[in-house]
């Protein structure tokens, strides 16, 4: 089955400056790429998505870009901002099989004013 | 107009007991999911349901038993719980478009469910 591996599991980033996280997977076969935000005492929403026939996207401070031969995908947020705060999930799934997603270990962003 | 809503928020309950949480979406979605997050922050599905049947079932133990009314709701319902079934559980709803499988999903707020 897929297997997603995220890192790091922390990140402390100073306002205004860019947050980088890192995801890879196993299944070659995966060709959808979400990315989930979770504040506290909610559940995760989408906050953007790629498709593996795209090798970038970007919706104002938010990037993601996928490397498909290396199999891995990353989200950068640039400018951040204190509502940035939260844990981030990257997701991996494909449009065969069961299409299910499998999630990352998440990453604690903390943006410090 | 709460998307997916699940209830009740949170859940406390002795070992042994038989309890439900139950989830309900207003999108329109034809596939909904339950998903456990445990203290790590783990998440992790267990069930998913498309019109009605199961589609995945990822090795849960059968003291959990999804049911599904209609493609509006999607139950959990857990016998003899375990202190190991602590956790916070989440509904989500997705639909297909154009066939494709993997769009956006929509998750509820979240059940804790807490075992003593």
């Known amino acids: 089955g897929e297997n997603v591996e995220q890192h790091p599991s922390t990140l402390s980033v100073q306002e205004g400056d860019s947050a980088v996280i890192k995801c890879t997977y196993s299944?070659?076969?995966?060709?959808?790429f979400p990315w989930y935000k979770q504040e506290l005492g909610k559940g995760p929403q989408l906050i953007i998505d790629?498709?593996?026939?795209?090798g970038e996207k970007k919706d104002q401070r938010i990037a993601v870009t996928l490397n498909k031969t290396a199999k891995h995908f990353s989200l950068h947020i640039t400018e951040t901002q204190p509502e940035d705060s939260a844990v981030y999930f990257c997701?991996?799934?494909?449009?065969?099989?069961?299409?299910?997603?499998?999630f990352g270990t998440g990453t604690r962003l903390t943006i410090i004013p | 107009d709460t998307a997916v809503s699940q209830t009740p928020k949170y859940l406390v309950t002795q070992m042994g007991n038989d309890k439900s949480i139950k989830c309900e979406q207003n999108?329109?979605?034809?596939?909904m999911y339950w998903y456990k997050q445990d203290s790590k922050k783990f998440l992790k599905i267990m069930f998913s349901?498309?019109?009605?049947?199961?589609?995945i079932n990822e090795t849960v133990p059968n003291r959990f038993s999804p049911k599904s009314p209609d493609k509006a709701h999607l139950n959990l319902h857990i016998n003899s719980l375990e202190l190991g079934d602590s956790a916070v559980y989440f509904c989500?709803?997705?639909?297909?478009?154009?066939?494709?499988?993997?769009?956006?999903?929509?998750f509820g707020q979240g059940t804790r469910l807490t075992v003593v």
């Open positions: 989500a709803s997705s639909t297909r478009t154009g066939g494709v499988g993997n769009t956006e999903a929509f």
């Open positions: 299944d070659s076969a995966s060709n959808y």
């Open positions: 790629i498709r593996s026939n795209v």
């Open positions: 997701a991996a799934g494909s449009n065969f099989g069961n299409e299910k997603l499998t």
């Open positions: 999108l329109g979605h034809d596939t």
């Open positions: 349901y498309n019109n009605k049947e199961l589609i």
